[in-house]
Structures are given as structure tokens and as C-alpha cells.
């Protein structure tokens, strides 16, 4: 397992790959130089994937995340990956093939005990970087991570209506597969209510069972694609 004060992993952006290419790694770099947002904390953490199939979005980095300079670096990266590896894919293989974003790259910063929400004008900011990838990647399979990110995909309702499920639609005009999962924080509370590991072991399931994942992971979790 990856900690915080271990070096960044070496991400390869490779010009020509197949899906993305020079596009991709020029849309990485603009990332990473962002500075619209004046009350965040910077430099924007990036994971990127060259030629991912499958995007995860969280909500926004934390201090760890943020000195680190990936996603999910610390305690709920922990429990996510702890969560894949059920599924038999281990974080450095996940962190390879998956592209990582989030509503918002930069640590919102501190406020009432916890990390700030991003506010509305820091999501319209953003979360244009999340569409783009979407638009170079063409992914067919996305897991937005906690309520920020499930918000922006699905009509708001309750995690209890919206994990366990898939949902099949189309972002313009490419199909695509959103399969919500709750945040991995430990200050969440959600996940020891009755009835919600259940639904998050639904969840991974689908994941799983996805053509996408299958495709990415075959190699790791023994399924033909």
C-alpha cells in the first residue's frame, strides 16, 4: 500500500497512444496548471491513465492528497482500494489502468472540523475538466465516488437509491455505464447503517461483472473480456 510520503507514481504519457494520445497528455498538463480558483489549495492532484477505459471520480483532494500529488492517498484510499481488491485488483494495477479525477483537483482547505466542500463556483471551474476526459477517453464504465460526484451524473436522491444499481445512458452521443459507490471516509457514517454493505458489495459486483472491467483486469481477476 502506497502512504503519502512515498514519491508520486510514475504515470506514462506516452504521445501516440491509442486512446487519447497527444490530446491527453496536453489536457493533463493544462490540469495540473490551473489556477482559477483563489480561496483552494494547489498544485491540482492529477491520476491519470493513458488509454483507461474506466474513470473514477472522488470529490476533491485532501492535505495528504494534495503534498502527495495523487488521488486517494491516504485513510479512504486505503479503504477504497481495500474495497477493489475484493474484486481481485490491487491499487498499483487500479492506479495504472483507471483514470482518477474528481469534482475539484486542488484541497478546498479546512472548515468546521473537516475538508471544505468545493463551493458552486469552484465545480464550474472544475468539474470541465472531468467532461473533457470523458470526451478523449470515451470511457465505458464510470465510478463516481461519494455524493459530489454521484450528484453530478444522477438526479439527486438518497445513496441508499443510487448504490447497488447501475446505470446505463450516454454522455452526448457515447454510451456508458455510472455505477456509484459511497465515500470510503471514515467519517462517513453511511456504510454501518443496515443494509448498506450489502448494497455496496452490489455495487462492487457490478463493477466487476462490467464488460469494461473484465476488459481492463482480465489479466488480474482470472475473466476472459
Known sequence: MKK???????????PG???????YARHIERVRLCQLCPRVLGPPVVGPAPGARIILIGQA??????HAGYPFAWTA?????????RAGVDEATFRARVHMAAVARCFPGRAGGGDRVPDPEEIRNCFPFVEREVEILAP??????????IDRFL???????????????RIGAHPLTVI????????STWIHRPGNRARLERALALAAAHPVWRESFADRTGTPP
Open 4 to 14: 503519502a510520503d512515498q514519491p508520486v507514481p510514475a504515470y506514462g504519457l506516452r
Open 17 to 23: 497512444d491509442p486512446r487519447g494520445g497527444d490530446a
Open 61 to 66: 483532494p485532501g492535505p495528504r492528497e494534495r
Open 77 to 85: 484510499g486505503k479503504m477504497l482500494f481495500s474495497w477493489f481488491a
Open 140 to 149: 465505458g464504465l464510470i465510478l463516481p465516488v461519494g455524493r459530489l460526484a
Open 155 to 169: 438526479a439527486p436522491t438518497t445513496l441508499d437509491q443510487v448504490i447497488g444499481r447501475r446505470f446505463d445512458g
Open 180 to 187: 456509484p459507490l459511497p465515500h470510503p471516509s471514515g467519517r
